[in-house]
């Protein structure tokens, strides 16, 4: 994501479950985001244990989540689970392209013929990111020999 992209911050958060966090985003939008892959890495091993994971606190400015072990996780990160947290898989796919190829929204824009405007829509979940929009996302990657 980019400054352009619109700014938001974690300004709650509190342990739902064993792996679990409930997340509330300065636009109002509330999740409860499954951090069970996240917690199975090795480098987040201390937070399989309950009191650890318990302890999460916000991080500076609101753009992470961090543990006294030194665990932290970014606010971008966490904005993707909170996609897939909130039915928004599109979004997620869109936004993750994005980031994959380091775009801004003019970027974005220009490379599908879309307006700036609605790259930030996609973005931010706004609105529903059309299936030829997520197709012309994978056809720009080819056509670039990105495609994985």
């Known amino acids: 994501m980019s400054m352009t992209d619109k700014m938001r911050a974690i300004v709650a958060v509190r342990p739902s479950g064993p792996s679990s966090l409930s997340v509330e985003w300065s636009d109002g939008?509330?999740?409860?985001?499954?951090?069970?892959?996240?917690?199975?890495?090795?480098a987040f091993a201390a937070l399989r244990d309950p009191e650890e994971f318990a302890r999460v606190e916000i991080g500076d400015w609101g753009h992470s989540l961090a543990w006294p072990s030194s665990a932290e996780l970014g606010a971008d990160r966490l904005w993707l689970e909170t996609l897939t947290a909130t039915?928004?898989?599109d979004a997620r796919a869109f936004l993750e392209w994005r980031m994959r190829h380091g775009l801004s929204?003019?970027?974005?824009?220009?490379a599908l013929g879309v307006s700036r405007r609605m790259v930030a829509y996609y973005s931010n979940g706004e609105k529903l990111v059309?299936?030829?929009?997520?197709?012309?996302?994978?056809g720009w990657e080819v056509s670039k020999?990105?495609?994985a």
Request: a neutral charge.
């Open 29 to 42: 939008t509330q999740a409860d985001i499954d951090l069970t892959s996240v917690v199975a890495d090795r």
């Open 87 to 89: 039915g928004h898989h």
């Open 105 to 110: 929204l003019s970027k974005a824009a220009e």
């Open 130 to 138: 059309p299936k030829p929009i997520l197709l012309a996302c994978k």
């Open 145 to 147: 020999g990105l495609a």
